[in-house]
């Protein structure tokens, strides 16, 4: 097997994980505990790109993801195919929110459920404003004399991030790669009109329950969210405000529920990677879960950007970055 990728570089080797991602989790298993097992013979042979000498696997192989590639790692989408199957989170425990393997589909089996952007090794810029501070994986208590890359019972990814408040909607034009879209909750008077089909495309790890986007901001946008800033290790204190309290179960989303957009990058000349998150509780640090992924169109030719992609990086760049965890 590692004849087969001899003469890949890491940018290549990155592309065809991802593509072996696409395939392998379109795979149902029995047993949950079975899932990242399964894949162990694949991870040992692209082991060979991303492990240095001095290098335990076990601290590079995450849940499914490579800590050299995390930040673009982090930009998977389920692609649901309407009708087959249904995202949810896999029961029993089966990986972190920010691992693909941690989502499960009811129904039948789609074509390919997880999916990364195409040549996403050579097109992904990683933001200024994203940073890995710290990631692990813990390994199941009857795995770890097996495998160091089998079944996980707990990870978390430690990161310095901004994060933008928002809420869910269904997309306007069904007919584009996902169904749902966001509207920020903070107001801008400098925001600019933009044409409907380029709101981004959310595309949820979890089921929910949405109410078509307003054509006008919602009542929710005209309270100021104060942003956040700091950093809890350098003991600044934070200061926000919910406008929307979290009325929804665990796992289940609605149109009520505040989310956070979470920039990682961009594709080059295209649009914004980001993940959608959902805050679950206030340790000593913020932690939130994974519950989507957000991608825009950028304009046709001759344009820079979308107005949706000026107004939401007007935000970035005001916004302070935090420490949170991901879980």
């Known amino acids: 097997m590692n004849e087969v990728f001899y003469d890949l570089e890491e940018v290549g080797a990155s592309d065809c994980w991802h593509h072996f991602v696409t395939l392998f989790s379109s795979f149902k298993f029995k047993h949950a505990s079975d899932y990242l097992l399964a894949a162990s013979d694949m991870v040992y042979c692209f082991s060979w790109y991303f492990l240095n000498p001095d290098e335990q696997l076990g601290q590079l192989y995450l849940a499914g993801l490579w ?39 009811e129904g039948e089996s789609p074509c390919r459920p997880v999916v990364y952007h195409s040549n996403f090794g050579e097109k992904f810029e990683q933001s200024a404003k994203f940073c890995v501070r710290y ?53 801008d008077a400098l925001d600019e009109d933009y044409d409907p089909y380029f709101w981004p495309n959310v595309y949820l790890d979890v089921q929910g329950s949405f109410e078509p986007i307003m054509s006008e901001p919602s009542p929710a946008a005209d309270v100021l969210d104060l942003p956040i800033a700091g950093d809890l290790e350098d003991k600044v204190s934070l200061m926000s405000i919910d406008v929307v309290e979290d009325k929804t179960p665990e ?22 990677c980001a993940l959608v998150l959902k805050e679950r509780e206030k340790a000593n640090f913020r932690q939130f879960e994974r519950v989507g992924y957000l991608h825009n169109r950028v304009g046709a030719v001759g344009f820079e950007k979308s107005s949706w992609q000026n107004n939401f990086m007007r935000r970035a760049e005001r916004a302070g970055q935090i420490v949170i965890e991901i879980v």
């Open 135 to 187: 990631a692990a994986t813990h390994m199941a208590p009857l795995i770890v004399k097996r495998s160091a890359y089998g079944s996980v019972c707990g990870g978390l990814i430690r990161i310095k991030c901004i994060l933008i408040a928002a809420q869910i909607f269904t997309h306007p034009y069904l007919e584009v790669d996902a169904r749902h879209t966001i509207q920020f909750l903070e107001a």
């Open 251 to 272: 796992d289940y989303l609605r149109s009520d529920t505040k989310v956070w957009i979470c920039m990682v990058g961009n594709v080059v000349e295209g649009g914004i």
């Open 67 to 105: 800590l050299p590639n995390l930040p673009s790692d982090l930009c998977w989408w389920v692609e649901v195919i309407e009708g087959h199957c249904a995202p949810s989170r896999a029961k029993p425990y089966r990986a972190p929110t920010w691992s693909w393997a941690s989502v499960d589909f």
